[in-house]
């Protein structure tokens, strides 16, 4: 998960039960307000996936006989906390009937505020970068209470003014090597280092391909590079470079990098970074994941697009026109406009949702049907 310092996120874990991270969902179910399809979720599912479409209305639907999750902030979360134990929090949906939500995603906060409400409690965080908040906010009537003696700081967790150091190297809150990152390193573009990964460590997150970005895990990111093995670990060779405009995902050696947009530091295991892709001029860089729905109210507009080269494993539905929520990349291939070995530029033509689209297989991507959807787009020229 993308925090400032994934270890302390892992440690205020440890404090809180009940707590898992999914990103994934199935399609579909019940309805928003405004009467756009949500899609069914689990109680552990955050919004980490959707981070790059800040501005986007998205709806789900919680199941009922929920377990809350961990959250952080009060009306604005960061991105990575439970989407229905903040509509719990926010009073939109009940733990035992679970219901319907609209989040929008927004864009980080410097820092977020815990409370106590709805029966849930959420948590102090400091500065985040990106969040999502609750359409139309707390239901009326919710209260608030303040839970001021928890914090995450630079060093680690205050609680009531105690302060527990993490990843300090003593005795029980000495840091996992394989939840580090080089967020401490940023400054120091153009040196390296070196981390010694233990055998048989777990997985963390991992944003890029080559060059990653400085918050993923180090260990995890040098397994996708083979540079490790997980059961044996090892030392590697960090060399911190210059963020990027844009990282994209894939699947290297057992381990699934994700995308992501522009990204303040980066690392790599090679003194020399791997050249950035020049994004067209007049286009917008898109990341493999992206979809047309932050767009939507620009009916009968064609925006220029880039997909850089990346895997075209993005969920589509319809054959061009497509769902607004479908993956723009992995749709320009099944189209045929570009590859994925290559990317390139394109057309998107936005315009409204249909009463059906019909899946198809082409180009090694098969997409899916589906019925009555709120906006759409075309692959064009």
């Known amino acids: 998960m993308r925090t400032s310092s994934a270890q302390m996120r892992l440690a205020m874990l440890v404090l809180v039960s009940g707590a898992s991270l999914a990103l994934g969902g199935c399609k579909k179910k019940g309805r928003g307000p405004d009467g756009q399809p949500a899609t069914s979720i689990q109680w552990g599912t955050n919004a980490t ?97 303040p839970v001021p003696g928890v914090s995450i700081n630079g ?59 400085d918050d993923s895990s180090i260990c995890t990111a040098a397994v996708h590079a083979g540079r490790i093995q997980p059961a044996t670990g090892g030392p590697v060779t960090v060399f911190v470079h210059p963020g990027r405009g844009n990282y994209q995902g894939s699947v290297a050696n057992g381990v699934t990098s994700r995308d992501y947009g522009r990204y303040p530091g980066s690392f790599s295991f090679d003194s020399v970074a791997p050249p950035e892709l020049a994004v067209p001029p007049g286009t917008e860089a898109l990341t493999w994941t992206q979809s047309a729905t932050q767009w939507r109210e620009r009916r009968s507009t064609t925006i220029r697009v880039f997909c850089p080269p990346g895997s075209a494993t993005g969920s589509v539905w319809g054959s061009n026109p497509y769902t607004d929520d479908s993956s723009i990349c992995t749709a320009a291939v099944h189209y045929g406009r570009i590859r994925p070995e290559t990317g390139g530029s394109f057309g998107v033509r936005i315009f409204m949702g249909l009463s059906s689209y019909r899946g198809s297989a082409r180009n ?16 064009v020229p």
């Open 155 to 213: 060093n680690g967790i205050n609680i009531g003014g105690l302060q527990i150091n993490v990843g300090s190297g003593n005795s029980a809150n000495a840091q996992d090597p394989w939840r580090q990152n080089a967020i401490s390193r940023r400054s120091q573009v153009g040196t390296s280092f070196v981390h010694v990964c233990p055998p048989n460590g777990s997985f963390g997150g991992v944003w890029g391909t080559g060059i990653f970005s």
């Open 49 to 145: 996936a959707y981070r790059a479409q800040v501005g986007a209305v998205l709806t789900f639907e919680c199941p009922p006989n929920g377990r809350a999750g961990v959250i952080w902030g009060t009306d604005t979360y960061t991105t990575d906390s439970s989407i229905c134990t903040a509509a719990v929090h926010s009073g939109r949906v009940q733990l035992a009937t679970g219901g319907v939500v609209q989040i929008q995603i927004a864009p980080g906060m410097p820092s977020y505020r815990g409370t106590l409400r709805g029966g849930v409690g959420s948590l102090n965080f400091a500065g985040y970068p990106t969040s999502f908040t609750i359409v139309g906010g707390p239901a009326p009537g919710m209260i608030a209470v």
């Open 364 to 379: 090694n991507v098969t997409s899916r049907d589906f019925a009555r959807f709120p906006g759409s787009f075309m692959i």
